[in-house]
């Protein structure tokens, strides 16, 4: 099975970001850039289904030339190799316009090795913008079915049936491939590398597909901009109810929400 990954790199969501002082600029300085988590739970889950059925992944991303660090921590756990998409023609795209992005270089690598991905993996959304908008746009983008969510997924006769968390618990959904699946956390962690895999990973080629190379795609003008950008109001402490019997306590409370107004 041959399989794509898509991957972004993002700051480390572990570590608090504030902004600059006076401006609505966000102050990286200090944080690790890191593979945005949502797609380290798509590059194991793509993994493992590899190890499962047999077959080869590519982990491809849209960035500078720091994000070759995000390709590199992908061939060190289960890609086989890895492309770096990186134009300044690129730099102001959209998540539409990274979509016709990713879409002209599956079609540029699948020429290029001469037959087609069955599975392209993308993670839910990013941890840095969280809207979740590149998976579906690609799917429409190539024109191929798309599942969102997946927590797992088995190769069957006809496709793959994957399993797709919602509000309301799970479903299983089967689907013919090619298609385009989203990945959300699930029951199993990603693996770390090893010290053998980190060096093998460094010494392998990551070739960087221009805009010339995907045959001058246009991601359009952005559809999208930011009007306003502002940190979250600090969590106000809360109240400790501590009467002598629990009814008291719920008296209290009560009466506290209804002078809240919130009853």
Request: with cysteine; hydrophobic share 40%; proline share 6%.
């Amino acid at each position: 099975m041959e399989i794509l990954v898509c991957l972004k790199q993002v700051p480390d969501d572990s570590v608090e970001i504030h902004l600059k002082p006076g401006t609505e600029e966000v102050n990286l300085d200090g944080v690790d850039s890191v593979v945005n988590a949502f797609d380290t739970y798509a590059l194991e889950m793509a993994a493992r289904l590899k190890e499962a059925v047999g077959g080869s992944i590519t982990a491809i991303t849209i960035g500078p030339e720091k994000a070759r660090d995000a390709v590199k921590t992908c061939l060190a756990v289960g890609a086989n190799q890895g492309y770096l998409i990186s134009d300044p023609a690129f730099e102001a795209a959209d998540t539409l316009g990274k979509s016709r992005i990713l879409a002209a270089a599956v079609r540029h690598l699948e020429a290029e090795a001469g037959k087609p991905f069955d599975l392209i993996f993308c993670g839910r959304e990013a941890t840095d913008r969280a809207t979740g908008q590149v998976g579906p746009q690609l799917a429409e983008a190539l024109g191929v079915g798309l599942i969102t969510d997946l927590v797992d997924i088995e190769q069957t006769g006809a496709g793959i049936c994957a399993k797709q968390e919602t509000e309301s618990g799970y479903r299983r959904v089967e689907a013919a491939t090619p298609c385009v699946v989203t990945v959300n956390k699930p029951a199993y962690d990603p693996r770390y590398p090893t010290i053998k895999s980190k060096l093998a990973a460094r010494k392998m080629p990551i070739p960087v597909l221009s805009a010339a190379e995907l045959d001058n795609v246009d991601p359009g003008r952005p559809g999208s901009h930011v009007v306003r950008v502002y940190e979250p109001a600090k969590r106000q402490a809360g109240v400790k109810i501590k009467e002598e019997t629990c009814e008291e306590s719920v008296l209290k409370a009560v009466a506290m929400m209804a002078d809240a107004k919130v009853l």
